[in-house]
Every structure is written in structure tokens, then in C-alpha cells.
T-cell receptor, first 115, second 113 residues
Framework: AQSVTQLDSHVSVSEGTPVLLRCNYS??????LFWYVQHPNKGLQLLLK??????LVKGINGFEAEFKKSETSFHLTKPSAHMSDAAEYFC?????????????FGSGTRLSIRP | NAGVTQTPKFQVLKTGQSMTLQCAQD?????MSWYRQDPGMGLRLIHY???????DQGEVPNGYNVSRSTTEDFPLRLLSAAPSQTSVYFC????????????FGDGTRLSIL
């Protein structure tokens, strides 16, 4: 069985401090993993993806994520938060060669940035 | 580039009415899908398509129909609206399979009274 767990429903950090959004997954097969960002009243936008190349994946806007197979984790980080990073973030797992019905979305983490 | 375009952006319906949510993409993507997003429940798959003429049901298909007559368009029809269908609906498309990133529209916010 597959699952995605975003360990925090809400994270609040001060502007200029590091961001850590945690995601654990469970998958029977080697999956593709994604992080998406959703700003208010907008659709989801791809931040980064892991597809079995480098385990450290760099995305847009200074975000990166590290795939750790031994810990089944794919945490999202950013060294220095900016006010524009305030949004909802979704971790998504998609097993290789499967159908749309096997894609699992995490429940989301709302990131707030304090001035 | 337009990407994935959804219309309308907002809609209010009365219980029992029908309507069609439009979705069009200009990226020549074969794979398209419809999701609904409800507070605390993430995104749930309604229907999906792997090409013109091919559709299948997702996790929550009841009360919805889809068709895919062209690569570009993937409309979602509500047959008889119910308050439980109040939600934000997202259309998405991707190339070369579901293990590739999906491109999302900005959503349709639907309220059923």
C-alpha cells in the first residue's frame, strides 16, 4: 500500500530563517516524488521532482529536497525564507508505470512567514 | 503560453442544476485529470484520461461525467448538483505518463446551494 504523510499541517518561520517541510512516504515500487506549491486562489505549481537520478534535487525559488530511501523521506528545505514563500505545500508520490489513480497527494503543509 | 485554462473561475448553482466545467490545455498533453480539493482532504481524483476517447474513473467519480473528444479539451459535467459537490475543482495535464509532473489550472470554485 502506498501513502504520503506530511508531518506538519502548519509551519511558521521568521523571514530569513531556514524552512523545513517534512514528508514521509510509503511505496511498494520505486516512485517519482514531487513537491508542489499552491498560492491562494491558484492551482498547484511544481517546485521540484525526484525521478531516481540525484538524491538531492534542486527546485525553483531556492527550494531543494533530499530523497532518503532508508528513511523513506523527502523533506523540502530552503536556507532563507521569504515573505513570498507563504503558501500551501504538497508532497506527492507517483509509482512508476502506474495509473492516475495511484498518485497520492499529501494533505498539505501551510507555511506562514513572520516579518 | 496559456498552459491549462479552466472556466469559469467561480460558479454558484442550485441543487439539482447541471453544468459543465471546462478545461483546455495547449501543450499537446495526452494525460489529463480532474481533482476536487476540500479543506483537510487534499486533492482527490475524480476522472482521468490518457488520450482522446479514453477516460476512466478515479477515487470519487459519482455524480460526475467526462468525455475526451480532442487532445486539448477535457470537460467535467455535473449531472445534478448536490451541496456535497461544493468544492474547488482543478484540471491538470501531463506528458509521457503519470510519473511526470502535472500542470494545473487555477481552479473553478463551485458552490451548490
Amino acid at each position: 500500500a502506498q501513502s504520503v504523510t506530511q508531518l506538519d499541517s502548519h509551519v511558521s518561520v521568521s523571514e530569513g530563517t531556514p524552512v523545513l517541510l517534512r514528508c514521509n512516504y510509503s511505496s511498494s515500487y520505486s516512485p517519482s516524488l514531487f513537491w508542489y506549491v499552491q498560492h491562494p486562489n491558484k492551482g498547484l505549481q511544481l517546485l521540484l521532482k525526484y525521478t531516481s537520478a540525484a538524491t538531492l534535487v534542486k527546485g525553483i525559488n531556492g527550494f531543494e529536497a533530499e530523497f532518503k530511501k532508508s528513511e523513506t523521506s523527502f523533506h523540502l528545505t530552503k536556507p532563507s525564507a521569504h515573505m513570498s514563500d507563504a503558501a500551501e505545500y504538497f508532497c506527492v508520490v507517483s509509482p512508476r508505470g502506474s495509473s492516475a489513480s495511484k498518485i497520492i497527494f499529501g494533505s498539505g503543509t501551510r507555511l506562514s512567514i513572520r516579518p | 503560453n496559456a498552459g491549462v485554462t479552466q472556466t469559469p473561475k467561480f460558479q454558484v448553482l442550485k441543487t439539482g442544476q447541471s453544468m459543465t466545467l471546462q478545461c483546455a490545455q495547449d501543450m499537446n498533453h495526452e494525460y489529463m485529470s480532474w481533482y476536487r480539493q476540500d479543506p483537510g482532504m487534499g486533492l482527490r481524483l475524480i476522472h482521468y484520461s490518457v488520450g482522446a476517447g479514453i477516460t476512466d474513473q478515479g477515487e470519487v467519480p459519482n455524480g460526475y461525467n467526462v468525455s475526451r473528444s480532442t487532445t486539448e479539451d477535457f470537460p467535467l459535467r455535473l449531472l445534478s448538483a448536490a451541496p456535497s459537490q461544493t468544492s474547488v475543482y482543478f484540471c491538470a495535464s501531463s506528458s509521457q505518463g503519470w510519473e511526470q509532473p502535472q500542470h494545473f489550472g487555477d481552479g473553478t470554485r463551485l458552490s451548490i446551494l
